[in-house]
């Protein structure tokens, strides 16, 4: 994986050094709660992501015609479903 160049910053238009200048007092380290075992069995660990199918596809190569595909590409926008159902009720 190739890494894309950081953001310079002028082009955040934010005053990082101010950020990181800032002390954290330990009066603000009390605001914050303890986790105890209550908060942890209540965590929800979200995948995102679309969900698993029932019915997943798998990828295959097929050549048909050119006009084959036209008129396919003609019924309009999901035309690859449409072909998909047609060709799942020939059994």
């Known amino acids: 994986m190739t890494a894309k160049k950081p953001a310079s910053l002028r082009s955040l238009k934010s005053d990082l050094s101010r950020v990181y200048a800032r002390v954290v007092k330990e009066a603000e380290y009390e605001e ?46 999901g035309w690859h479903t449409r072909m998909a159902e047609r060709l799942s009720s020939v059994r």
């Open 32 to 77: 914050l709660p303890e986790f105890n075992e209550a908060m942890l069995a209540r965590a929800q660990i979200n995948k995102g992501g679309r969900p698993v199918s029932a019915n997943p596809r798998k990828l295959l190569s097929i050549r048909l015609p050119a006009d084959v595909i036209d008129r396919w590409k003609a019924t309009g926008p």
